[in-house]
């Protein structure tokens, strides 16, 4: 499985971002996605999740209200919409997946990254 992640950018604070993940290669429908950041000098941390579903998700707490994470397995892509941007949401984000049913909040979970996207908010 390759993740490919987009939509990063620079913003100003209190705007808006939406982030995809395509995934390609042989994937199926019980994928957990993920969302994770690392900013700079800080390590990498969990954004949000959501289930193979899509039923269920979890967020972090500096992000809940905020963002949101979806999922669409036709088109196998999953977003991360951020809306209320503050200038310590600016990180490179990265997009993740685990076959399984739940969703999953650890690095370690995980087996599948994208390559980051970069998203910059100014105050």
């Known amino acids: 499985v390759q993740l490919q992640a987009s939509g990063g950018g620079l913003v100003q604070a209190g705007g808006s971002l939406r982030l995809s993940c395509a995934a390609s290669?042989?994937?199926?429908?019980?994928?957990?996605m993920g969302w994770f950041r690392q900013a700079p000098g800080k390590e990498r941390e969990f954004v949000a999740a959501?289930?193979?579903?899509?039923?269920?998700?979890s967020y972090a707490d500096s992000v809940k209200g905020r963002f949101t994470i979806s999922r669409d397995d036709a088109k196998k892509t999953a977003w991360l919409q951020m809306n209320s941007l503050k200038p310590e949401d600016t990180a490179v984000y990265y997009c993740?997946?685990?076959?399984?049913?739940?969703?999953?909040?650890?690095?370690?979970?995980?087996?599948?990254w994208g390559q980051g996207t970069l998203v910059t908010v100014s105050s």
């Open positions: 959501i289930s193979w579903s899509g039923a269920t998700t």
């Open positions: 993740a997946a685990v076959s399984g049913r739940w969703y999953y909040i650890k690095q370690s979970d995980y087996n599948y």
């Open positions: 290669g042989p994937t199926s429908s019980t994928y957990a």
